[in-house]
């Protein structure tokens, strides 16, 4: 069985307008949202054996955060089309991943994250800032890919997370 967490960077800062999208910032609440997010993967005993993050600099520091917080010590890898590609590009990089892995957390963007449980599932989900979906299917490999094996396992808010 292999697992997909899926989340979305948590809520970036945008009081300043001459920033850079790619170089946007986590507001104070983004970083509420991201520690909340990790408490609960941890209280859900969600595992992930790897990390792949937009480079976008508030995915990255959701991604941080999230390591931090579950104690994650591998290197939180970066994909550059994880910031605004399109679906063929984020399943290719899936189908690279290591046999071994089990389950991976994959950092990034929306509308390409809903895009990617619609497409995975065949469920319509909002995926807010900070939300996290995970799904799973069966298959060894992950060259195997089938959209068509996924199932929608959980979707988590942080909206909804007491502190």
């Given amino acids: 069985m292999k697992s997909i967490l899926i989340l979305r960077h948590a809520n ?22 991201a520690k909340k997010t990790a408490k609960m993967m941890l209280q859900q005993k969600l595992k992930y054996d790897t990390i792949i993050s937009s480079p976008a600099t508030r995915a990255l520091q959701t991604a941080t955060i999230i390591k931090k917080e579950t104690a ?7 994909e550059e089309c994880f910031y605004f590609s399109d679906l063929r590009r984020i399943i290719a990089v899936l189908r690279r991943l290591n046999p071994d892995v089990e389950n991976v957390l994959i950092v990034g963007h929306n509308p390409l994250w809903s895009n990617l449980v619609l497409y995975l599932t065949d469920t319509r989900i909002s995926m807010d800032t900070g939300s996290l979906a995970v799904v799973s299917a069966d298959f060894k490999s992950w060259e195997q890919f089938d959209s068509s094996k996924f199932s929608l396992n959980s979707y988590f808010n942080p909206k909804e997370l007491k502190k």
Avoid: H, Y
């Fill in 72 to 78: 994650f010590t591998k290197d939180i890898m970066v």
């Fill in 12 to 33: 970036s800062d945008w009081s300043n307008d001459n920033v850079d999208d790619k170089e946007r910032v986590l507001d104070s609440r983004g970083v509420d949202q």
